[in-house]
C-alpha cells in the first residue's frame, strides 16, 4: 500500500499535524494504538484543572473567616462526588478526538506502527509506503518495575481520575509540575499527604529565589521529604515510603517521576541515525526533522519541550515541512512558557535563570506577601523576579510564584516576544486596584539596573508612596 503521508499518534501533536497535512493531500492515513483522546484531554491538563478548581473552591472556606464569613467549619468535600464531575467534564474533553476515527473512516487505524525504514512501516499486518512519515506518538507514565508489585495502590495521573474515591494517605513521589499540582490538590481535599523527591527542587522551579519563597507555602499544606530517592516497602495493607528525613504510611502511591516516550519498538533504529542513550534521535526544533530524512518526530515523544501548547505548535511546525514544496529550513518557536497551577501559581517565561545567566542579565523583583490587591483576596503570598538586558534594557524572561501567575507570566512572554524594555512595559497603563501593580513594582526595581532606552515620558514613574495609590 502507498500513500502521500502517514501520521503515527492522534494526541495533540498529530490531530495538529493533520489539520496542516489536510491542506495539501487528501491521500494520507492516521495510525493510533490505544485510545483516541489526547493525553492533555483525557488525563493530564484538562481534568486536572477540572479537579484544581474543586480543590480550590473548597480550600476558599479557610479565607471565609478573616472576610466576617461565618459557618465553614459546616462544609465538607464529597470526594466521590468531586471525582465523578472531573471524570464528566473529562469525557466532554475527548468527544472530539474521540470522533475522529469515525470522521476519517478508511483513513484512520487503531493499531501499531512500527518502522522499517525512512519511507516505510508496518501497521498491524500491512507494509505501507509513505513520502512522509510524521512520528507523534506521545508519551507514558513511568513507574519503575519493583513498584508494580504493589497493584493498584500505585496510581499514576492515567489512573487517578478513575478512582471513584480517594484513601485517606496518599504518598506522591516526584515534585515536578504535576507532583506539585496533585499533591496540593490532595491535602486541599482533606487527605493526609506526602511528597517526596530525591532533588531539592520544586513545581520545576529553576531560580533559588522563588523556590526559597515557594517551598513554605507547599510545605504548610503538604509534608516534604526532599533530597533522598524514595523507597517502597511493605507495611501491612499500606505501604512505608521513606525518603530524606523521615517516611510515611500510605494507603497509595501516586508515582510522579515523569513520562516516558513512546518509542518502544517504534523502529527509531531502521532510519540509521545515531540514537541517544534514551533511543532518541536528534530532532531540529525549527522543523522537527530527523536528519535529512522525510521522518518528523512530535510533541511529547521528542522531550523537547512537553507541553500541550508546544505539542501543538510541534504538530503545525511537522505538518507544514512535510509538504512537497515546504520551503526554508523550519519555523520559529514561541517564547518559552510554563505554568504550574499550584497555589501560589509557579510560572517561568523564557528561558530558565541558569541559562540566563551564560550571559549579562539584570534582575528585578517583587514581594506578593505585600502586594495590596493579594492582600484584599487574602491571597497575598510568592516572589516575582523578572531578568533583563542591562544594556539594551530588553526584558529576557521571568519566573514567580504568585496567585494568578497565569495571567502575568501570558503578558510577559508577549513582551519577550515582542522584545519589549523595561521602559517599554513602564510606559503601559496599570490600573488600580489590581495584581499588575505587582508586575510594575518588580519592573520599577529591574529598571535601576538597565539603560532607559524607549518608553515613553512616563515610563520613569516612580511609586507615589501610599499603599492605597501604588
Known sequence: MKVDTVIVGAGTAGLSALREVRRYTDDFLLVNAGHWGT?????????????????????RRGS???????????????I??????????????VEGPEAVPGKLGKRAISGRARLLGPGRLQVNDNEIEARAILLAPGSSPVVPEPWR?????????DSVFEQKDLPRRIAVIGMGAIGVEIAQALARLGLEVAGFDAIEALAGIDDAKVLAAFRPLLEAEVALYMGAAA???AAGDAIRVTGAGGSFIADAVLAAIGRRPNIDDLGLDTLDVPLDEDGLPEVDPASLRIADLPVFLAGDANGYRPLMHEAADEGHIAGRMAAPDAEGDGLCRRTPLSIVFSSPQVARVGPP???????????????FSKQTRARMAQTA???????????????????MCLPAAEHLAHLLALAVEQK???????????????????LRNALRDLSKAVAGTGGSDLSDCEKIGHDALD
Not at 80 to 93: E, I, S, T, W, Y
Open 149 to 157: 508489585d504493589f497493584g493498584d495502590r500505585i496510581l499514576t495521573t
Open 353 to 367: 535563570l541558569s541559562e540566563l545567566r551564560d550571559g549579562k542579565i539584570a534582575s528585578g523583583s517583587a514581594d
Open 381 to 399: 503570598a510568592g516572589l516575582l523576579r523578572i531578568h533583563a538586558d542591562p544594556e539594551t534594557g530588553r526584558v529576557l524572561g521571568a519566573e
Open 39 to 59: 493525553t492533555c484531554a483525557a488525563v493530564g491538563c484538562m481534568p486536572s484543572k477540572a479537579l484544581i478548581e474543586a480543590v480550590n473552591a473548597f480550600h
Open 64 to 78: 471565609f473567616d478573616a472576610f466576617g464569613i461565618r459557618g465553614a467549619d459546616g462544609l465538607r468535600a464529597d
Open 80 to 93: 466521590p462526588a468531586v471525582l465523578a464531575r472531573v471524570r464528566k467534564m473529562r469525557d466532554g474533553f
Open 420 to 438: 519589549m524594555t523595561v521602559a517599554d512595559m513602564l510606559a503601559m497603563p496599570f490600573y488600580h486596584p489590581v495584581l499588575e501593580e505587582g
Open 231 to 233: 523507597e517502597l516497602e
